[in-house]
């Protein structure tokens, strides 16, 4: 496993946005960025691949959210963009070792590693 720690969240108002960043000794991991409202469970929100060379999202953040990485820094990012107040919840990063390179996670069971969380609030 490794450290993951994020930071970045905060209050937003809706139609604002939002950098989340995680630092990550894990430049040779697929990572992933999930969220979880209160009261659901957690959910795959963007994953990139071990060569950032693939990366998916969840169909309601596409087009708004971006994920990307800077091996060289070892940071993970998340931009969100045109935040709304059903985005709401606890963002988690997560990293995985044994998704094959290429590949990107969409379970947080594909994941080995997980930050503590960080909170955002977007207000209507």
């Known amino acids: 496993q490794v450290q993951l720690i994020e930071s970045g969240g905060g209050l937003v108002q809706a139609g604002g946005s939002l950098r989340l960043s995680c630092a990550a000794s894990?430049?040779?991991?697929?990572m992933g960025w999930f969220r979880q409202a209160p009261g659901k469970g957690r959910g795959f929100v963007a994953g990139i691949s071990a060569g950032a060379d693939t990366t998916l999202y969840e169909d309601s953040v596409k087009g708004r959210f971006t994920i990307s990485r800077d091996s060289a820094e070892e940071m993970l990012y998340l931009q969100m963009n045109r935040l709304g107040p059903e985005d709401t919840a606890v963002y988690y990063c997560?990293?995985?070792?044994?998704?094959?390179?290429?590949?990107?996670?969409?379970?947080?069971?594909?994941?080995?590693?997980w930050g503590q969380g960080t909170q955002v609030t977007v207000s209507s």
């Open positions: 997560a990293a995985s070792a044994t998704i094959p390179r290429g590949a990107i996670g969409i379970l947080s069971s594909n994941y080995e590693s």
């Open positions: 894990a430049s040779n991991y697929a």
